[in-house]
């Protein structure tokens, strides 16, 4: 294999990634397009496409368009794929044959190569060889040029995160046996057993300190080292800066570093909505409006959008303008607060920013199970943290940090001809139960809705 990009083996045999099975679904099908996946920087594309092909190809040819520049002169004359084929393999010095139907191409960082994205239709219409890519800004606004031509129809698209709860579960020895139970437990309505539930607590609150970026998790399941952690979180959001500097246009460098850095602030329990008068006294829609967009095509951030009325479906009643914003990996978020939060999270001892915390714990885990996000506030006092169609019905989520009060389920579901709200799902530091009409969950059992 010539050209590959050398993998740890600890990670390897440490991370399970779901990305695995979408990838061997990929291969299988017959006459399969070139893959690009699409996530954040740092969540693990690489390695997972990496250790896919390694497991599953002959010949691998891998080019990194981000550390080698000199490769995109592979595709800067004729796209024949015969002649990019001979390039690469001056390129890279490769002298053994590129078997049809075992050869993997890796085009990693597709978009510092806008013609490697246009080569992608040849190879599609030559089909001998598998094309697999991965990027990181790929449609970010003002990212520098675009493909001359985007091969529409001649590609498929992945997103991929960073590790969910499930994936992290795996990393802390958690196996299918004890998720198996919890799922009968929802099923069946039922108390999860005390020793599950209490290990399951514990492993809730650490995901939401240490997140799913691969890196940070493989630190933490080593050496259960926070302060570690941390310092590996920090630089991760260092280097989305660093992005935002180096690849934003001019006049949007320093309103995309002000936007992002503004999220922790709102996230605040009193603010119902994204303001972006909380990013700089006076601004206005129409100069951070694209600064919002670049962090979120970026992947970093995800929004939820309030609801006009919380039915189905949610996108038709959708208002465009008026949303909240989470961050993606709830560890990055959490990295983002105070020094001692984490201590403070891990001792269930929060004040009032507690709920902004559990809220984003949640759009980490809605997200990551490829869910969009809604939510439901009127000015009437009527507010639902989160609106999700579950088992093929509008469902409301409340999202508690203890086992609390919930007037705005109780209100919706007195009233389901006015609201459309049939069934109601409150997350709790509890277990689970079922009063009023309102099912009671273990927030930890997010994952399995």
Known sequence: MIGQKVVPKSVSNMLKRKIYSELEKWKRQPGHKPLIIHGCRQCGKTFSVMDFAEKNYKQILYLNFFERKDLQAVFAGSLNVDDIMLNISTALRVNSAFPVGETCLIFDEIQECPAARTSLKFFMLDGRYDVLCTGSLLGVRGYREQPASIPVGYETHLNMYPLDFEEFLWANGIDDAVINRLKRCLDERVPVPEAIHQQMRQLLLRYMIVGGMPEV?????????????????????????????????????????????????????????????????????????????????????????????????????SIPDVFKVYMVDTGLFVSMLDDGTQFDILQRNLQTYKGAIFENLVADILTKNNRPLYYFHKDNGTELDFLIRYNNASTALEVKAKNGNAKSLKTVLAYPDKYGVSQAIKLVDGNVGFENGILTLPSYMTFLL
């Open 217 to 317: 998790v493989n630190e933490f399941v080593s050496n259960n080292h926070m302060g570690l952690v941390l310092q590996k979180q920090r630089d991760i959001v260092e280097t989305y800066r660093d992005d935002m500097i180096k690849y934003a246009s001019s006049e949007m460098k320093s309103n995309i570093v002000d936007c992002f850095d503004s999220i922790p602030r709102q996230l605040s329990k009193e603010n119902k909505k994204f303001q972006y008068s909380v990013i700089k006294k006076g601004a206005r829609a129409s100069k951070y409006e694209n600064c919002l967009r670049w962090i979120e095509d970026a992947g970093i951030i995800r929004r939820c959008y309030n609801l006009s009325i919380p039915q189905l479906p949610y996108k038709g009643n």
